[in-house]
């Protein structure tokens, strides 16, 4: 009852706000105003807005007003709300291709990710959101995924041996660190820091920001960025909402979606440049000097027992193709 009133009074806040529109747009995102996520949907509105001369506007709701990415993505599926910022990680149950995405080391660097993705391959990986009622607009920056820990530099998978790293409670991840010869232990995100004080795990992986925010530099001063982990987010649309709108005005839209997705990406690179500066100055060692093609080759266990279609391996194999 709570999220229901709660959502009820931002939908009735967005009409109040934007009743000077022939079309309002309601977007969620889990993210507190200004992070880069958030700022690359109200860039995409600022430019809707200013080409169709003030007739769309769309409202941002972030901080998860509208509730978390699961519920929100469900409410866009049924047009409740138009619009959605989510991790590919949340889309998992209803595309299932998504999943592919976690794959370790499935991207080369993030500019590799942004190829793929902003290419024939995202095409095609967008068009079974529109089988599932939702429209993919943009592929925005999640940054990437790297270790960190309190006790040694790690520059080979030799240095992680026995090691006992925090991963998220996902199969996939634990497969990775048993391939690297470490011990994978799924916890809260909210235990880390006390688990890596008292040794309970020697440390993590997360991306700069995260690693930052977190005070988690503060007990793992070790950060190798190995950039294993390379998750897109995507703002997607309501096909309710989008079969609404004329050809020319979900033309717009797409545009300025994709526009938007330059803006994110620029905020979210200053984001983790900020973040590893900082942390740097606080006294913690980036290894960047790492080999990642042992690594890489580790997976294939993983690999093996997670792209098991000849679709799937069909897609990965672009993937890993693209230039």
């Not at 990986?125 to 790690?154: C, H, M, T, V």
Request: proline share 5%.
């Amino acid at each position: 009852m709570k999220f229901l009133m709660t959502t009820i009074a931002g939908l009735l806040c967005s009409v109040s706000i934007a009743g000077a529109c022939e079309i309002t747009l309601r977007s969620s995102d889990t993210h507190p105003d200004g992070y880069p996520t958030v700022e690359g949907v109200k860039a995409m509105a600022a430019e809707v807005e200013e080409k169709s001369d003030g007739r769309i506007c769309i409202e941002v709701f972030p901080s998860a007003q509208l509730g978390e990415e699961k519920d929100t993505i469900e409410q866009t599926q049924f047009g409740v709300i138009d619009m959605v910022r989510a991790s590919f990680g949340s889309f998992n149950d209803i595309v299932p291709v998504t999943q592919l995405m976690s794959l370790p080391y499935l991207f080369r660097s993030v500019d590799h990710m942004h190829t793929v993705m902003d290419g024939p391959i995202g095409e095609e990986i967008g068009a079974g959101f529109e089988e599932n009622d939702l429209i993919a607009l943009a592929y925005y920056d999640g940054g990437s995924r790297s270790f960190y820990n309190s006790q040694k530099p790690i520059q080979s998978i030799a240095d992680l041996e026995g090691m006992k790293f925090r991963v998220m409670q996902n199969d996939v991840f634990v497969d990775m660190m048993s391939a690297l010869g470490a011990n994978a232990t799924p916890m809260p995100y909210g235990e880390v820091y006390s688990s890596i004080q008292t040794g309970v795990i020697d440390g993590a992986e997360n991306n700069f920001p995260s690693y930052d925010s977190s005070g988690h530099a503060e007990v793992a001063k070790y950060f190798t960025l190995d950039e294993h982990l390379m998750v897109p987010e995507l703002v997607a649309m309501s096909k309710a909402s989008w079969d609404k709108l004329s050809p020319e005005d979900q033309e717009i839209i797409r545009e300025a979606a994709r526009n938007s997705a330059t803006v994110q990406r620029e905020l979210w690179a200053e984001q983790e440049k900020a973040s590893q500066e900082k942390v740097e100055a606080a006294g913690a060692e980036i290894i960047t000097e790492i080999d990642k093609t042992p690594f890489i080759e580790a997976m294939a266990p993983v690999y093996e027992k997670y792209v098991t279609t000849p679709e799937a391996q069909d897609l990965v194999k672009r993937i890993q193709d693209t230039q």
